[in-house]
């Protein structure tokens, strides 16, 4: 079945650096990619819809200029988070939508980011 | 408001009996509603979609929009069966999905 893969599936970074994650569809395209953050023991808490070649969407709450996505391709999506900080702590998660047929959405497998 | 609700953080059945989660939505248009399942340290994956009426292994749900509800149903539990559920809704033609807080099914031998 088709698979969505996400990397790194754990970092560490310093505060105040910079971590880029990435979202790849490996065997069908995606026009539509999104980005969820989950707190431990929480429900997924959607961030962005990422669009190919156009802006992503953000959601009410989250500042895109500390969320950073670029969706370049029909397989990739990348979300950047800037100037990290330890309340930036979680589990990111994103998901695919296949282009063609019954419009499934696949899963990645999860992104935990730590910023000590 | 767009919601999603599920009440119940945490489900606990013996093996064999019938099991239901619950699941509450809010939409003010033609909702769209799905069930995702997540095992232990997988991924979340779909488990089954209201509009095609299936039902996965061995589990259905109805959209009953009287009630606003699309509970997610098996006659019998299997200890595999243990698992995150999470009900969502899309809520756009760009199928984003929210979601609700999800249930933990645990089913004991």
């Known amino acids: 079945g088709a698979v969505v893969s996400q990397h790194p599936s754990w970092v560490i970074c310093k505060s105040g650096t910079s971590v880029k994650i990435e979202c790849r569809s490996l065997?069908?395209?995606?026009?539509?990619m999104f980005w969820y953050r989950q707190f431990p023991k929480q429900s997924l808490m959607l961030m962005a819809t990422?669009?190919?070649?156009?802006?992503?969407?953000?959601e009410q709450g989250v500042e895109k200029d500390k969320f950073l996505i670029n969706h370049a391709s029909l397989t990739l999506s990348t979300l950047t988070v800037t100037s990290a900080h330890p309340e930036d702590s979680s589990f990111y998660i994103c998901?695919?939508?296949?282009?063609?047929?019954?419009?499934?959405?696949?899963f990645g497998e999860g992104s935990w980011l730590t910023v000590v | 408001a767009q919601r999603v609700t599920q009440p119940e953080k945490l489900l606990s059945v013996f093996k064999g009996a019938p099991v239901e989660l619950k699941c509450n939505y809010s939409?003010?248009?033609?909702?769209?509603l799905f069930w995702y399942v997540q095992y232990s340290r997988q991924r979340l994956q779909l488990l089954l979609r209201?509009?095609s009426r299936e039902s996965i292994k061995g589990f259905t749900a109805d959209l009953n929009k009287g009630e606003t509800s699309f509970h997610l149903k098996k006659p019998f539990a299997q200890e595999e069966d243990s698992a995150m559920y999470y009900c969502?809704?899309?809520?756009?033609?760009?199928?984003?999905?929210?979601f609700g807080s999800g249930t933990r099914l645990l089913v004991r031998p």
């Open positions: 990422s669009n190919e070649g156009s802006k992503a969407t953000y």
């Open positions: 969502a809704l899309k809520v756009d033609s760009s199928y984003k999905l929210i």
């Open positions: 209201h509009i």
């Open positions: 998901s695919a939508r296949e282009d063609r047929g019954r419009n499934t959405i696949y």
């Open positions: 065997d069908f395209q995606a026009t539509t």
């Open positions: 939409y003010s248009g033609s909702p769209e």
